[in-house]
């Protein structure tokens, strides 16, 4: 089993940055492809991010290429999801997730663990 421990969401303006952090716990993340996942206001929840086991490999929702970075420690047990130029838009709960899959997915029914979120707001 892995828990996952999502932090650092808040209020932020637009314009501004944030930075999530996704702990875990129980076993070693090493193996796992990592994403990162959001749910807005009446949205569905939607893919954001994912790295691969090494780092080397990032993938990126439109919406977030050029803004977002996902990067991870496998030392430290941890996934980051650094957001900058922030928009009212990304305003939504933020989900850290893993997957014992060995190839990238975006798809929520692909990934094995989830936390339980972090909120974002981000003010005009």
């Known amino acids: 089993q892995v828990q996952l421990v999502e932090s650092g969401g808040g209020l932020v303006q637009a314009g501004g940055s944030l930075r999530l952090s996704c702990a875990a716990s129980?076993?070693?993340?090493?193996?796992?492809?990592m994403g990162w996942f959001r749910q807005g206001p009446g949205k569905e929840r939607e893919f954001v991010a994912a790295i691969g086991w090494s780092g080397r490999s990032t993938y990126y929702a439109d919406s977030a290429k050029g803004r977002f970075t996902i990067s991870r420690d496998n030392a430290k047990n941890t996934v980051y999801l650094q957001m900058n130029s922030l928009k009212p838009e990304d305003t939504a709960d933020y989900y850290c997730?893993?997957?014992?899959?060995?190839?990238?997915?975006?798809?929520?029914?692909?990934?094995?663990?989830w936390g339980q979120g972090t909120q974002v707001t981000v003010s005009s």
């Open positions: 129980g076993r070693t993340i090493s193996g796992y492809f």
């Open positions: 997730a893993a997957t014992f899959r060995g190839t990238f997915t975006r798809l929520e029914r692909q990934y094995d663990y």
